[in-house]
């Protein structure tokens, strides 16, 4: 191990032998934190060629158990995305694309900072389950197309190991590392064809459109070696996805979006992922037409009819989704007013999802508990126009003494005196 450390310190490129001497070894537990963490950090500073962050793909992919959707008919397709603030994409694609006819398989995670996660939405319904076991996974994508769940803990054990020491060693922000943590897991899922929806900005982990690009890229390329479809769009994360932040409030979003009445940008969006991942799955011969199929499931219902079924198959209590009314709302809802006029030009993601996760909505650690009803409802978006006095957006706590947060939210809002041009949600497709 020492040998491969200094290899690569040394900035030469590592065999697949030494590769999988480093996977294994870590996993069995052989080699120590402390030789994984200077392997990790000789990664970050000198990289890795293509070839190698395949091999490291395909190693981890391997260091567990993988699931084998082959038994299910037709193309399998999954939707990935690095994470950002009030991103319910998959809640409203995944029943959009099944009810186009793909068969969606979908392994989620939770959320944690200032990002949420799929699986802590759904749970926002009394009686989600997101806990499957492979066969009741694989059964529900066949009966009805779709299926979300959260990983088992005998999928990709080398990630498990070295995402936790990565978090605390400084090695987070690295392009190999990131590619292979995030496609090992894909690729272990099993499904044949992977959307990755790849966020920049303020809110999302690579800041700049140009880091965001590497990244995918680097995915779409291991994706390719390790022949899997696998595609990126790169979407704007420099203010929060749609209006809503926070789990239940999350879920009645997708639900209104589901049923025809979404926010532009999220709709944007679920339209595009949407129509790619038609492609994808052979249902449509280009994204294009997939596009006006996402539609078409929109307008006659049948997109949220997929969701009621999957929450039914899961346990959940649908009574939620047919009539979101009944989700618990918040005793304190604070309006946020601005205190001058203008065009906002910027809501700084990072800080709506800190103060989300302050107000109740996430968790500072894996064992904190959430507050399934709090969050942030935006009522003004990049571009529109606010006058003095006007609510900006509200807030939704069970929590005293919140103040502060209160006025983070509110200096969130940048405003410009002149208008502002609304950028597009998605801007760039790579495939
Ligand atoms: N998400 C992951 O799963 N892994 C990373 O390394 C970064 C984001």
């Known amino acids: 191990m020492v040998d491969i450390i200094e290899r690569k310190r040394d900035g030469h490129p590592l065999t697949r032998e030494e590769i999988s001497f480093f996977v294994k070894g870590y996993v069995d537990e052989t080699i120590p934190d402390y030789q994984a963490s200077a392997l990790a950090m000789a990664i970050y500073f000198r990289g890795m060629d293509e070839r190698e962050i395949a091999d490291l793909t395909d190693l981890m992919m391997h260091s567990g158990k993988t699931i084998d959707l082959s038994s ?18 998959s809640l409203v694609v995944g029943p959009l694309v099944a009810a186009c006819g793909a068969k969606v398989a979908k392994m989620s995670g939770r959320g944690l900072g200032h990002t949420g996660g799929t699986l802590d939405k759904m749970e926002s319904v009394p009686g989600m389950r997101i806990g499957l076991t492979d066969k009741e996974f694989k059964d529900q994508v066949s009966r009805i197309g779709l299926a979300i769940a959260g990983q088992t803990g005998e999928i990709d054990p080398a990630d498990k190991k070295l995402y936790a020491l990565r978090d605390v060693t400084g090695t987070i922000e690295s392009v190999p590392l990131i590619a292979s943590s995030i496609m090992s897991k894909k690729l272990a899922s099993g499904s044949d064809c992977i959307l990755l929806d790849v966020k920049f900005g303020s809110g999302a982990f690579m800041k700049t459109f140009e880091a965001a690009k590497e990244l995918a890229q680097t995915m779409v390329k291991i994706g390719d070696l390790l022949h899997r479809d696998t595609r990126a769009i790169l979407t704007d994360m420099d203010q929060p996805l749609g209006l809503a932040v926070g789990n239940s409030l999350e879920v009645k979003e997708a639900i209104a979006t589901l049923k025809g009445h979404g926010p532009k940008d999220l709709v944007e969006l679920a339209r595009k992922a949407g129509g790619i991942m038609l492609e994808q799955a052979h249902i449509v011969a280009s994204a294009e037409e997939g596009e006006k199929r996402i539609q078409e499931a929109i307008d006659n219902g049948s997109g949220f009819e997929k969701l009621c079924a999957l929450f039914e198959a899961q346990g959940g209590d649908v009574s939620y989704i047919r009539e979101p009314e009944r989700f618990p709302v918040a005793k304190h809802i604070v309006e946020i007013v601005a205190e001058e006029s ?58 005293e003494g919140v103040d502060e947060v209160l006025r983070e939210v509110h200096d969130a809002f940048q405003l410009s005196a002149t208008p502002i041009t609304v950028p597009p949600i998605v801007h760039a497709y790579i495939r």
């Not at 064992?367 to 942030?376: L, V």
């Open 72 to 89: 299910i008919q037709g193309l399998k397709v999954d939707k990935h995305s690095t994470g950002g603030v009030g991103d319910k994409t």
């Open 342 to 399: 203008g065009y906002v030009r910027r809501i700084d993601s990072l800080s709506i999802g800190v103060s989300a996760m302050k107000l109740g909505a996430g968790r500072e650690k894996m064992s904190d508990t959430i507050d399934m009803s709090a969050g942030i409802l935006l009522k003004k978006k990049v571009g529109d126009r606010v006058e003095k006095g006007e609510v900006l957006a509200l807030c939704h706590t069970n929590k």
